[in-house]
């Protein structure tokens, strides 16, 4: 039976961004995006300059939505819309792609920080994963479906594993925020918080390692829930957002700037990292109230 033969430019085989079968494998819909806006740029006969001049951005942006290295803004795929004349087309295949991204299985954070030069992150209730000690990762997993103690065992190693850029032969920086609610609810077992705050405070005294007591005193602030900012090593940037039901990775520069923001602004209100040392030392005295 003879296949119905592929539209200019799509499917083609070794190509950026293309949406072609491969082993079985349906394409992402991000991947038809990305080769949608090639093949229509191509029909037009226009080169990226002549587009860039046309809808106003960047030849490099552009050239990274063709090749499916970004997804951009619904702005951007109105806007290309409007030049090739496909009506909602592309507007429609970008929220195919943005829903998909949203719905995709997160794998988890460990293998973007093994590649990360620099991590900054903030914790609104619990010690962030990359300052906790096997004790009080435990407990802290012991609070959702640990499943079997195997199962436990897996997950407390996986984190401490994490663990190692900081103290490996080429550690990242490190940035983290805690709540100060955090010190003073603790953990359940009084041996497991104190060697928990006296983890936190070697761990401070690393010298790519800055540690920021977010106060009381502060009032509210713009970052909601736990958020971890990751720069990698290429040079951009991903950012994921965790509550107490979901978490959410983001990769879209759009998204992740206005997260940057809200985080040096907390940054900037909370103790200096010799103040934080201070207030951790108070609570190993005091323990927990």
Known sequence: MPQPKSPAGKGQPG???????????WPSARAVYASELASRREQSGMSLVQLAHVCRYEQSYLHRLERGSRLGTVEAARMLDKVYGTGTLLVKLWQL???????????????????ATSIQEYDISAVPHLLQTPAYAEEQLRTTRPGSVEQLSARVAARLERQERLTGPN???YRALVDESVLWRGARDAETWRGQVEHIVETA??????????????????????????????????????SSWSGHLVEEPEEIEPLRL???????????????????????ERGKP
């Open 15 to 25: 190509r950026p961004g293309s949406p072609g079968r491969r082993d079985g494998e």
């Open 97 to 115: 792609a943005k829903r998909e991204a949203k719905d995709r299985p997160f794998t988890g954070l460990a293998p973007l920080e093994a590649t």
């Open 171 to 173: 550690p990242l920086h």
């Open 205 to 242: 005294c690393l010298p790519d390692v800055s540690l920021h007591v977010v106060p009381f005193g502060t009032g509210p602030h713009h970052v909601r829930g736990s958020l971890e900012l990751i720069f990698c090593h290429d040079g951009h940037t991903v950012a994921y957002t965790r």
């Open 262 to 284: 809200a985080y040096d602004l907390l940054r900037d209100i909370a103790l200096t990292p010799a103040d934080s040392l201070t207030l951790l030392h108070t609570v190993l």
